[in-house]
């Protein structure tokens, strides 16, 4: 099985390789990828989500981008 990538448009500027995982619980988006994308804190909507990784360790969530 073969990863799926495609380009998107977000606020205007263009993301050449993103990851459609249609069998995640949650999208993930790095701090680097949204300090791209010119967004800033304010863009997050509060939330108290954990998020468990394959290793096993809790991080907290610092908010989400409604879309």
Do not use: C, W
């Not at 304010?42 to 096993?56: C, K, R, Y």
């Amino acid at each position: 099985m073969h990863s799926l990538y495609i380009e998107a448009d977000f606020n205007d500027v263009r993301l050449k390789k993103v990851l459609v995982d249609n069998g995640a619980t949650v999208s993930v988006l790095p701090l680097s990828t949204f300090s791209f994308l010119g967004l800033s804190r304010d863009d997050l909507q509060a939330t108290d989500v954990t998020i468990s990784g394959f290793n096993g360790l809790m991080s907290k969530s610092i908010g989400v981008i409604p879309i």
